[in-house]
């Protein structure tokens, strides 16, 4: 073969690749969850039940705007906890942890609520794939995948009769907090689940995108909590993306505490992770059919493939988190006001 012909036939073959690897999925293997079940059932309270539904393992949200039907099923679970206080319905505060789990931190704010008189839904999306952590990964288990967890779980408290659906929010830290964020997409809120809103979303340090194609948000509040030296996700592109809401008159806030890092309400010093992605000087943005992509690149978050390459040409690696006193302890002091006032009063 002459050398031009094999140039040809390279340049064929380079092309048929980037074909592939731009137009293919990235796909999961359903998980039997009866080992964690078990587990979860072992440690339940008396004021405890475990709530499972059926999910989906969508890798984005253009997956779930066209492939919902072909992506496996997945069961998920989480734990309601009733609060002392009997009541008639109960308002419930559902919480999704950030890419290490769950931690001491979170059941702080899940307990400060159900002392209040709410009742909560502690969201095990990790433990229900066999997840233990997404950290420096994040894609065993992705924001769009526990948005369809999230609002599953949504239409199976609408079944219960002690539970008021109309007053259902959401929390959540990092990635949790981009789930509670984006969970107020309009467009993907439609597409999974038109009958049921949450009343109120509150992301705590969530990866923000700078910009969102389709702007359109449910008609519930949000408020943003983030630390001002975040250098997991920036605070910078959540406060661009809070005043391009605010200016289509949306019902949305945002507070940066100054001199705070990522996980400013733990209860710990500061600490570096080496693997995990920083988004300091990354910015992305979510396309209307779904899709994030870099905004330096223009690289689409199409399949993990693609993810990878974006985020090593985007991001850097090594971040600090750690709690900041007044960060936390006004963290928690808001959080509680937000949820009484959207949902109590």
Not at 11 to 21: G, H, I, N, R, T
Request: proline share 4%; aromatic share 12%.
């Amino acid at each position: 073969m002459k050398l031009k012909d094999r140039f040809f036939v390279f340049l064929v073959l380079l092309f048929l690749a980037s074909l592939y690897l731009f137009f293919s999925r990235t796909t999961y293997d359903q998980v039997d969850i009866s080992d964690a079940l078990n587990k979860a059932k072992a440690n339940l309270k008396v004021n405890q039940e475990i709530i499972v539904f059926e999910s989906k393992n969508p890798f984005n949200f253009y997956d779930i705007f066209n492939n919902l039907e072909i992506i496996t099923n997945q069961h998920v679970y989480g734990v309601l906890t009733y609060p002392d206080s009997v009541q008639e319905k109960y308002p419930v505060i559902i919480g999704v942890a950030g890419s290490k789990g769950w931690g001491e931190h979170h059941y702080g704010y899940m307990e400060r609520y159900q002392d209040a008189g709410f009742a909560t839904l502690n969201l095990h999306s990790f433990k229900s794939r066999g997840v233990e952590s997404t950290v420096g990964e994040q894609i065993s288990a992705t924001i769009p995948m526990i948005v369809h967890d999230a609002y599953m779980a949504l239409a199976a408290l609408s079944e219960k009769k002690e539970i008021d659906i109309n007053k259902v929010a959401i929390t959540g830290w990092s990635l949790g907090g981009g789930v509670a964020l984006l969970s107020a997409w309009k467009p993907i809120q439609k597409h999974i689940s038109p009958e049921f809103t949450f009343a109120a979303h509150l992301p705590i340090y969530p990866p923000c995108m700078s910009s969102v194609e389709d702007l359109e948000f449910t008609s519930s509040p949000i408020y943003i909590l983030i630390g001002e030296i975040d250098n997991w996700v920036p605070a910078e592109p959540c406060i661009d993306l809070v005043k391009s809401m605010q200016i289509k008159g949306y019902d949305v806030g945002i507070t940066v505490y100054p001199d705070a890092h990522h996980s400013f309400d733990r209860n710990m010093e500061l600490k570096s992770v080496e693997q995990a992605y920083s988004l300091t000087d990354c910015r992305l943005s979510l396309s209307k059919t779904g899709i994030v992509k870099t905004l330096d690149y223009n690289i689409p978050f199409n399949n993990s493939t693609l993810q990878k390459i974006g985020l090593y040409l985007c991001a850097d690696r090594g971040t600090i988190f750690g709690g900041h006193e007044i960060a936390r302890e006004k963290s928690k002091e808001f959080a509680l006001k937000f949820m009484t006032s959207h949902l109590l009063k």
